[in-house]
């Protein structure tokens, strides 16, 4: 008998599955790409982890589709790298906390892994803290204000502090150690008018020396008002006080006598620190009965340094805009002294001119005597530049 002939549609198939799967006599098995592997650092299960390193999250033979992490019940901030095959947190981890990690990855022909898992940093042995920030959350400063953060112990690793300060603002600007407890931001010219500015201290976490972490962020923001700078001529017995440009006042002053180091009033950039109206005065190193000895409620005083100047009021007409013979000070007619202390913001600028005492740069809020080049010398990141997240967002 002569075989039967299958119908063209029936060879079609045939040839189709035949080219497709080569092994039809054993069963045509589809092959499934393997899943991406995941891994999380620190491993889940982990104790006592060192909160420097941070939280990082890689996948092998695909892309992150997804990370959550949270910490207690605050999402943990990060970011992925431009290939989405590693996610990193973007900042140290809180110490004593359990933090929670979720994870998706997604591979070839769209199969997916999901990974999770939980870890608790260690409790360190001493914590380190910000104690102050000047400005105060929600202040309006003048364009010559600084940064002044101060913390609760001195800091052995001021790079990994200081890496963890971020600043928002309009202006480029670095920071300066002032001492071991105490770092200074500055911008690198004055700020524009009107400006918002926000200091993050990322401080959870970090590693300030052997045994001491970061306890906890901190967060001010503040606005930046008018310009209004302030120019003393000492020889001309005149100051005169710009807006946004424009004069605004013009005040015969006198300033300091000079006949000693301390009654001469100091030439350079001083900043408006605080004011008190009055504020009491009194003879520095001279006792009661002494020569030059004196004790007196000044009105309308703003400070300018810490070595006792100020701008104030003083019924002393016969001497403002003649001749200079205040003990370090600068006086004003008082209702002059008024409208001053009325308008001025901290961190204004007064520019003092005409005499032999140069301000020093730590003398109050003398940071603007520092060329930016010297400003830069006291950064811990000042060969290090690109890892430090301060300066305009």
């Known amino acids: 008998m002569k075989p039967r002939t299958p119908p063209p549609a029936a060879r079609a198939l045939l040839a189709v599955l035949l080219v497709a799967c080569p092994a039809l006599a054993a069963g045509c098995a589809v092959r499934v790409p393997p899943a991406p592997r ?10 006592a982890v060192a909160p420097e390193a941070g939280l ?10 997804s990370v959550l992490a949270f910490a207690g019940r605050e999402p943990v901030p990060g970011a992925f790298d431009p290939a989405r095959t590693v996610w990193r947190s973007s900042w140290t981890l809180r110490p004593g906390t359990q ?6 990855a997604t591979g070839p022909q769209n199969v997916t892994a999901q990974v999770a898992g939980r870890f608790r940093t260690l409790t360190p042995r001493r914590e380190l803290a910000v104690a102050s920030v000047v400005p105060y959350d929600g202040e309006t400063v003048g364009i010559g204000m600084p940064i002044i953060v101060t913390f609760t112990r001195p800091v ?6 200081e890496r963890a300060l971020e600043v928002r603002g309009p202006a480029e600007g670095a920071w300066h150690w002032a001492s071991s407890t105490q770092v200074v931001y500055r911008p690198r010219k004055m700020w524009p008018a009107g400006g918002d500015v926000r200091f993050i201290a990322h401080l959870a976490g970090v590693r300030a ?3 001491t972490y970061g ?6 923001a503040f606005t930046v008002g008018r310009a209004m700078v302030s120019t003393v001529d000492t020889r001309t017995h005149q100051m005169v006080v710009r807006q946004d440009g424009r004069v605004a006042r013009r005040m015969p002053i006198s300033a300091g006598m000079a006949t ?5 009033t100091t030439s350079g950039i001083h900043l408006t620190m605080d004011k008190g109206n009055p504020v009491r005065m009194v003879s520095p190193g001279r006792r009661k009965g002494d020569p030059g000895y004196y004790d007196k409620l000044i009105d309308h005083a703003v400070r300018i340094s810490n070595s006792g100047e100020y701008v104030h009021s003083l019924d002393n007409l016969w001497a403002q805009g003649r001749v200079n013979v205040s003990h370090g000070c600068v006086n004003v007619r008082p209702d002059q002294a008024r409208w001053f202390y009325e308008h001025a913001l901290r961190g204004d600028p007064v ?3 005409g005499t032999a005492r140069e301000l020093e740069w730590n003398n109050g809020w003398g940071y603007w005597q520092l060329s930016w080049p010297r400003w830069l010398a006291g950064s811990a990141l000042r060969n290090d530049a690109a890892e430090t997240p301060s300066g305009a967002s």
Do not use: C, F, K, Q
Request: hydrophobic share 45%; no cysteine; aromatic share 4%.
């Open 38 to 47: 995941i891994t999380i650092a620190p491993a889940s299960g982990a104790v």
């Open 209 to 211: 020396a052997p045994g």
């Open 99 to 104: 933090y929670v990690v979720n994870a998706v």
């Open 260 to 264: 000693t180091r301390e009654y001469t």
């Open 215 to 220: 306890a906890a962020d901190r967060s001010v």
């Open 351 to 353: 520019i003092v001119t």
């Open 56 to 65: 990082v999250v890689r996948a092998e033979g695909g892309r992150l589709t």
């Open 156 to 161: 052995e690793d001021r790079a990994a502090v």
